[in-house]
């Protein structure tokens, strides 16, 4: 089943999920940063009725939420319309991102941000539904999404940093780094010690340079570790993300 075909039907459900975004999904962007409700709660949804795609992605993320409180109950209906306007959003953007301008760059981001929630997010959807979860699937669209927002943020990263939606927010090397627990510190270890297992002596069969693809692999499991370390406040988790 996907989301009702005739126009009434279809306007009554989306006046249905911009509902519920205004009155709760937005938050879930901002966590206890109060100054950016108004952002994400007015601007960003105004934006969207000039984005097609920001507006499917608004839907998307309100139909989700509602879908994974209620699709226990047999209810397809939501999540179904979760996926549509997921996928139609997706499309969308992959067309605009050929042609950014300057006056598309932090729609553009902020797109890319409830992407990327969506990707993590979709795929437990799938799981209350009894769905094999395609997380890998759904992480290699974003890759390929979020690479032209790369692109922006290193051309012109002292202008996106003045968008809206960061402007309140403490730079990732700024915030404070903390210990990390011991339990996480272990999965780190682990990490270290596979990387040096798979791409270390023995592993000339790797397509990439070994050197090159353990360089890699450490770099990211340095990330990783920071971001448990920085991360530790639920105002910077979203850091994580990127």
Same mark, same amino acid.
């Given at each position: 089943?996907?989301?009702?075909?005739?126009?009434?039907s279809?306007?009554?459900?989306?006046?249905?999920l911009?509902?519920?975004?205004?009155?709760?999904?937005y938050?879930?962007f901002?966590g206890?940063?109060?100054?950016?409700y108004?952002?994400?709660q007015?601007?960003?949804?105004?934006?969207?009725l000039k984005?097609?795609?920001?507006?499917?992605?608004?839907?998307?993320?309100?139909?989700?939420?509602?879908?994974l409180?209620?699709?226990?109950?047999?209810?397809p209906?939501?999540g179904?319309?979760a996926?549509?306007?997921?996928?139609?959003?997706?499309?969308?953007?992959r067309?605009?991102i050929t042609d950014?301008t300057?006056?598309k760059?932090?729609i553009?981001?902020d797109?890319?941000?409830?992407a990327?929630v969506l990707?993590?997010?979709?795929?437990q959807?799938?799981?209350?539904?009894?769905?094999q979860?395609?997380?890998?699937?759904?992480?290699?669209v974003?890759?390929e999404?979020?690479?032209s927002? !790369?692109l922006?943020?290193s051309?012109?990263?002292s202008q996106?940093?003045r968008?809206?939606?960061?402007r309140?927010?403490?730079?990732?090397e700024?915030?404070?780094?903390?210990?990390?627990?011991?339990?996480?510190?272990?999965?780190?270890?682990?990490?270290?010690a596979?990387?040096?297992q !798979?791409h270390?002596?023995?592993?000339?069969s790797?397509?990439?340079?070994?050197a090159?693809e353990?360089?890699?692999?450490?770099?990211?499991?340095?990330?990783?570790e920071?971001?448990?370390?920085?991360?530790?406040?639920?105002?910077?988790?979203?850091?994580?993300?990127a």
């Open positions: 089943m996907t989301p009702p075909s005739d126009h009434r279809r306007r009554i459900l989306e006046l249905e911009m509902h519920q975004w205004a009155t709760g999904t938050k879930n901002c206890e940063s109060k100054p950016d108004p952002i994400w007015v601007s960003l949804p105004l934006q969207g984005h097609e795609f920001l507006l499917n992605g608004f839907l998307s993320m309100a139909a989700l939420e509602i879908a409180t209620r699709e226990r109950s047999g209810d209906k939501y179904n319309a996926l549509e306007y997921y996928d139609t959003a997706s499309s969308t953007f067309e605009e950014i300057p006056e760059q932090e553009v981001l797109f890319s941000l409830i990327t990707g993590l997010a979709l795929p959807l799938l799981k209350v539904r009894g769905e979860p395609r997380m890998v699937e759904y992480m290699l974003h890759s999404l979020l690479k927002v !790369r922006i943020t051309q012109h990263g996106i940093r968008a809206p939606i960061l309140s927010q403490t730079a990732f700024q915030l404070p780094s903390h210990p990390i627990d011991a339990g996480t510190e272990a999965a780190i270890a682990r990490l270290d596979l990387n040096d !798979r270390g002596r023995g592993a000339e790797c397509p990439v340079s070994p090159t353990h360089a890699i692999c450490q770099k990211a499991i340095r990330y990783l920071e971001s448990f370390a920085r991360c530790q406040e639920p105002i910077h988790r979203g850091h994580a993300l």
